[in-house]
């Protein structure tokens, strides 16, 4: 359940020991290789056998963001939503007074901009309301909030102390936390403003900057990112992630500076149009682009920055390694995934059958035995790998025909006649 919206992040973790597992053999195998030869036959098989299956995990989690993705409802760790985009949530939906139902909806045309945020932890609710509402009458636009509380928050403030002040407000709760893309979502679905605006839950930005992002916005952008700069976080904090968006700028070919920023305005329809779900909220402005809607970045006055500060963890850093993994693959290979595995697939292959043509012509030409030789374990692992990377790749193309009605990689800019 807890990763059922995340395969590859289930998958990869899996393949971490195979991967310890590998490289200890192998290290064996290098060190013990002058003395002890036997030992090194075990040991480079072993090690070639791991290294193979933790290969084997990665690609099959890459399958399964394939399956989520052409059909995101199958993802089970998150709020459901009825024929009629109602979230059906373990918690409660609620209007100002606290007393409005989840399946009601507002009356009458939306808001200009509904203001969505995810609150998880310490948050300036006030601070936000007041300074985002200054400058959104300012731009004369109307506007409601939706606060989205991410699992249980003993210090939300009841309708006494906010709700009679501030009319535009809704709240979603949470029993439990889903996570911020899922909570983002469901926060969305209950707004009903023509544009989005997403914040965190504290004074990251400043507030003055929502004037040039709605002039984006209305000069045609769909959906407007900011790029904190100059950053008022931690020097280290600051050099990971302009390395993160640097790698994520080559990869992908987008010039997008600051990924990490969750402060956006946007237009309703992409995220109606744009299925996210596990941390894939943080890719949005990629996988927009790649869809053809018009992303422009600013720049703009951070203030401050909330969060852990240094070394993120192991564990961060290999989630973020699949999640541009996962990305990557998402926005080069979504519609054609026996390109990417029958590619990967045929090199394993080709390389077992030069490996094990050269070990059969040495064999029977020079009589030389090859039983105890890591070589011909080596080029049957890789012919094996090979063929079950390129099943692979044929189960991913049934998946996309089975499920093509749910996969909609284009944006109709205009319908005429």
């Known amino acids: 359940m807890r990763f059922s919206s995340r395969p590859l992040h289930w998958f990869g973790l899996g393949s971490l020991p195979s991967f310890a597992i590998g490289s200890i053999a192998a290290a064996v195998a290098i060190l013990e290789g002058a003395t002890r030869e036997k030992f090194t036959v075990v040991y480079s098989t072993t090690s070639l056998l791991f290294f193979g299956l933790g290969i084997h995990f990665l690609l099959m989690g890459l399958l399964g963001e394939l399956a989520v993705k052409v059909k995101p409802d199958a993802a ?19 209007g100002c007074d606290g007393t409005e139902n989840v399946a009601r909806r507002p009356a009458g045309a939306g808001p200009d901009v509904s203001v969505v945020t995810v609150i998880s932890g310490d948050a300036e609710i006030e ?83 929502i004037h040039g992002m709605l002039r984006e916005i209305d000069g045609g952008a769909d959906l407007v990112c900011a790029w904190r700069h100059p950053r008022r976080d931690p020097y280290l904090n600051r050099i990971q992630s302009t390395l993160f968006n640097f790698l994520l700028r080559w990869l992908v070919k987008m010039p997008f500076h600051d990924l ?16 996210i779900y596990g941390d894939q909220f943080r890719f949005l402005p990629l996988m927009a682009a790649r869809q053809e809607y018009k992303v422009a970045e600013i720049r703009v006055r951070h203030l401050k920055e909330r969060g852990r500060k240094g070394f993120f963890g192991f564990g961060v850093y290999l989630r973020r390694f699949l999640d541009v993994l996962a990305v990557l693959f998402l926005t080069k290979f979504a519609l054609k995934p026996l390109r990417f595995f029958g590619l990967i697939g045929s090199v394993f292959a080709l390389f077992g059958l030069a490996i094990l043509a050269d070990v059969t012509y040495e064999k029977f030409a020079i009589a030389k035995e090859v039983g105890d030789r890591p070589l011909f374990i080596l080029g049957v692992v890789l012919l094996v790998l090979g063929a079950q990377v390129i099943g692979f790749g044929l189960v991913g193309e049934i998946i996309i025909f089975t499920q093509a009605k749910n996969i909609r990689e284009y944006r109709i800019e205009k319908i005429e006649g």
């Not at 007041?130 to 309708?159: C, I, M, N, T, W």
């Not at 990490?260 to 299925?275: D, T």
């Open 76 to 94: 089970a760790d998150g709020p459901r939503f009825d024929s009629d985009g109602v979230p059906r949530m373990s918690g409660a939906a609620e």
């Open 127 to 209: 601070a936000i309301m007041d300074a985002y509402s200054r400058q959104l009458r300012a731009a004369g636009k109307s506007y409601r909030f939706v606060f989205v509380l991410d699992g249980p928050h003993p210090e939300r403030p009841r309708s006494s102390s906010v709700g009679e002040s501030w009319e535009p407000l809704r709240w979603l709760s949470f029993r439990q936390s889903f996570g911020e893309t899922l909570a983002i979502s469901a926060g969305v679905e209950q707004a009903r403003g023509r544009v989005l605006l997403t914040s965190p839950s504290y004074m990251q930005i400043d507030p003055f900057e």
């Open 260 to 275: 990490n920023c969750h402060f956006r305005v946007m237009r309703r329809e992409v995220m109606r149009e744009i299925s």
